[in-house]
T-cell receptor, first 109, second 114 residues
Framework: GQNIDQPTEMTATEGAIVQINCTYQ??????LFWYQQHAGEAPTFLSYNVLDGLEEKGRFSSFLSRSKGYSYLLLKELQMKDSASYLC??????????WGAGTKLIIKP | IAGITQAPTSQILAAGRRMTLRCTQD?????MYWYRQDLGLGLRLIHYSNTAGTTGKGEVPDGYSVSRANTDDFPLTLASAVPSQTSVYFC?????????????FGPGTRLTVL
């Protein structure tokens, strides 16, 4: 079967750094996406990784290791507006997205 | 219109009733998708369409049907609603179905079936 695992909830402090992990087992791999979803809103795209390594985009970075079936999203200089759920999704061999349940990130002042 | 719109925003429906959720995009994207999102679960694909005139079944298609008569519209129909279809429904689109094509999401429809 196909499986995406992420922690259910994490708490961090404003101004700090947090790393959200994602492990996956899928039938085929055509890239991994991270989305942000604020409560009551639609998911919005954050990053895409298809090759091993780190992709940096401002305060957010995403890392991928295909051999380990592992990715993480790194958020630096946390702001209150970063309080949201972060969704990991893998594009499988049929080019369909398999989604994790999401990690709810709580930022405390 | 900018992006993807969905209607209605929310709906309470009696079990056994027929309901169509509407989705329209103005980005001229080829591919469109319907997902449901339930607490504690990831987004689950109901149906998809890679291009106008074609549709396919996703992970949880039972009880739902779709059509794709043109590029812009992708309605989702519940023929006879049941309480287990209570969920938040998201429509999404992407330029194509290839590697790296991000999906853009509509604001969602919150559906309650009683």
């Amino acid at each position: 079967g196909q499986n995406i695992d992420q922690p259910t909830e994490m708490t961090a402090t404003e101004g700090a750094i947090v790393q959200i992990n994602c492990t996956y087992q899928t039938s085929g791999f055509n890239g991994l996406f991270w989305y942000q979803q604020h409560a009551g809103e639609a998911p919005t795209f954050l990053s895409y990784n298809v090759l091993d390594g780190l992709e940096e985009k401002g305060r957010f970075s995403s890392f991928l290791s295909r051999s380990k079936g592992y990715s993480y999203l790194l958020l630096k200089e946390l702001q209150m507006k970063d309080s949201a759920s972060y969704l990991c999704a893998v594009m499988d061999s049929n080019y369909q997205l398999i989604w994790g349940a999401g990690t709810k990130l709580i930022i405390k002042p | 219109i900018a992006g993807i719109t969905q209607a209605p925003t929310s709906q309470i429906l009696a079990a056994g009733r027929r309901m169509t959720l509407r989705c329209t995009q103005d980005m001229r994207h080829n591919a469109m998708y319907w997902y449901r999102q339930d607490l504690g679960l990831g987004l689950r694909l109901i149906h998809y369409s890679n291009t106008a005139g074609t549709t396919g079944k996703g992970e949880v298609p039972d009880g739902y049907s779709v059509s794709r008569a043109n590029t812009d519209d992708f309605p989702l129909t519940l023929a006879s609603a049941v309480p287990s279809q209570t969920s938040v429904y998201f429509c999404a689109s992407s330029d194509s179905t290839g590697e790296g094509d991000e999906q853009f999401f509509g604001p969602g429809t919150r559906l309650t079936v009683l």
